[in-house]
């Protein structure tokens, strides 16, 4: 059964700063691996989605990353800004099937 | 971007009663949705899957004839908790993927609470 695992459940930082947020996951057969962000009462928004094939993909001021075969992924947020405060959520889509199985979620304030 | 539209964004209900939440992709068809659910401090977890048209698929351990999906178009599913007891308050969530797809589109999610 495909577990995926969220760290630092919170993460506080001050606005400017990089700052990494890591997902994993027990079973390295997935096809593909999402980044979503979820906001109170606004429902989830894919940030970027990594095919297992992938390294990494990038969007704006993210980068994710994939090492499937160690079953990790991290999210990376340049100079953060106070809109990032949001919850991020890791999710992995396992060969065959269209589920999405999530991690927790990692809740982010960046203060101003 | 694509919307989907889920209502209500929350309830409350007394026990026994049943509540509908829709979930309708405003600009595009969905010709499969997903129901999930997140209790506090846990993840999503998925509870069935519907295709237009077909009846539901349901996860291991979500009752069928509890959570009633009804997919009857392609902009429209709805998700019926019948008989609500305090347990089933959870936050549920919608989402639609258009047929050869891969992105997934969400709802805005409904609060429930079943005193």
């Known amino acids: 059964k495909q577990e995926v695992t969220q760290i630092p459940a919170a993460l506080s930082v001050p606005e400017g700063e990089n700052l990494v947020l890591n997902c994993s996951f027990t079973?390295?057969?997935?096809?593909?691996l999402q980044w979503f962000r979820q906001d109170p009462g606004k429902g989830l928004t894919s940030l970027l989605l990594?095919?297992?094939?992938?390294r990494e993909q990038t969007s704006g001021r993210l980068n994710a990353s994939l090492d499937k075969s160690s079953g990790r992924s991290t999210l990376y947020i340049a100079a953060s800004q106070p809109g990032d405060s949001a919850t991020y959520l890791c999710?992995?889509?396992?060969?065959?099937?269209?589920?999405?199985?999530f991690g927790k979620g990692t809740k982010l304030t960046v203060n101003p | 971007g694509a919307v989907v539209s889920q209502h209500p964004s929350r309830v409350i209900c007394k026990s026994g009663t049943s509540v509908k939440i829709e979930c309708r992709s405003l600009?595009?068809?969905?010709?499969?949705m997903f129901w999930y659910r997140q209790f506090p401090k846990q993840s999503l977890m998925l509870m069935a899957t519907?295709?237009?048209?077909?009846?539901?698929?349901?996860e291991q351990g979500v009752e069928k004839d509890k959570f009633l999906i009804n997919h009857a178009s392609l902009t429209l599913s709805t998700l019926t908790v019948t008989s609500a007891h305090p347990e089933d308050s959870s936050f549920y969530i919608c989402?639609?993927?258009?047929?050869?797809?891969?992105?997934?589109?969400f709802g805005s999610g409904t609060q429930l609470s079943v005193l």
């Open positions: 989402s639609a993927q258009v047929a050869g797809k891969e992105k997934l589109f």
């Open positions: 079973d390295s057969a997935i096809y593909n």
């Open positions: 990594i095919q297992s094939s992938q």
């Open positions: 999710a992995v889509t396992q060969g065959g099937s269209e589920k999405l199985v």
């Open positions: 600009d595009f068809q969905a010709t499969t």
């Open positions: 519907s295709n237009e048209g077909s009846k539901a698929t349901y």
